[in-house]
C-alpha cells in the first residue's frame, strides 16, 4: 500500500518523547503508518515540534498552539506565540493548528475543590485561535470535549473555519451532529478497543468523518497496560471501527487515510 492509503497517527505529542522521538518516527513509517500530526503545548514545545517536523518532511506534519489544559501565560508571551505562527505561515510553511481548545478538565477539578474558574480569557484565546486558522486556511486540532465541543462548534462557525479535529471527541448526539454538519472530523484513540465510554461512539460517528490517533506519550489501559504508547497503534483504532462498522478493513484503512488528507494536507 502506498503512503497515501495508510493510516495516520492524527494527534501525538511527539516532542514529549524526548529523545526517543526520532526512532519512534522511524518505527513508525516501517509499520505503515502514514504520517503523524506533532502537536505542541506552548511556544518552547511548538519550537521542539518545528524541529522534528523539519528532520521529516512528508512524514511528520506539526501543529502550533496552545494547550488548554494549563495556566494561560501572560500577554507577552501569547503575542510572542503569535508573531512566530504568523511568520512561519508567512514564508509558506504547512502546519496545523493545535493542540488549542478550552480547558473541561481543569474547569471540572475547580468545580470540585470548590475553586473559582475563570474560562473567558480560555475562550477568548480559542476564538483568536480559531480566527488565526481560518483567515490563514490551516487545519486546527482541538481539544474540546463535552459542552466544551459545543462551545468550539460556535467559533469554528463565527470564522467559518473549514477544516477541523476533534481530538478525542467526547460528546452528545447533537455536538456530534453539528460537528458532521460543518465537515469537520473526530478521532478515536486505542481506548476504543476497551472503554465502554468510547466504544459506543464508533456506531455513532459516519466513517466519513473518523480519524485515528494516539495522543501520545498518553498511556492506555486494557490490552495497552504498561506498553509505550506508539503511533502504530493506529492500526489497532482502523480495526475496532472496521469491527463496529462490519466493513472490510481495508475499506477503513483506505478512508481513515482519505480523512487525514482532506483534513490535513
Ligand atoms: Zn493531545
Partial sequence: ???????????????????????LVGESVSAGVGRLVAVSMD?????????????????????????????????????????????????????????VGLPYYSRQEAAEAGRAF????????????????????????????????GKACDALERHGAARAHFHWFKGDDETLARIVRGGWYVSFTPDCLYDPETRP??????????????DGPWPFEGPYAGRETHPAMTADVARAIAAAK?????????????NARRCYE
Fill in 246 to 258: 462490519g466493513l472490510p478493513e481495508d475499506t477503513v484503512v483506505e478512508t481513515l487515510a482519505r
Fill in 201 to 214: 461512539l464508533l456506531a455513532r460517528v459516519p466513517l466519513e468523518r473518523m480519524l485515528a490517533e494516539t
Fill in 1 to 23: 500500500m502506498t503512503s497515501a492509503g495508510m493510516v495516520w497517527d492524527t494527534h501525538v505529542h511527539l516532542e514529549r518523547y524526548g529523545e526517543r522521538a526520532p526512532s
Fill in 118 to 149: 475563570d474560562e473567558a480569557p480560555y475562550l477568548a484565546l480559542l476564538d483568536r485561535f480559531v480566527a488565526f486558522a481560518a483567515r490563514r486556511g490551516l487545519p486546527i486540532a482541538l481539544h474540546a470535549v463535552y459542552e466544551d465541543a
Fill in 43 to 99: 511556544l518552547a514545545s511548538s519550537e521542539r515540534t518545528a524541529a522534528l517536523a523539519a528532520s521529516f518532511p512528508g512524514v511528520v506534519l506539526p501543529a502550533y498552539g496552545f494547550h488548554p489544559e494549563q495556566p494561560l501565560p501572560d500577554a507577552a508571551a501569547l503575542e510572542a506565540l503569535f508573531a512566530w505562527m504568523e511568520a512561519r505561515a508567512e514564508r509558506g510553511e504547512r502546519f496545523a493548528v493545535g493542540e
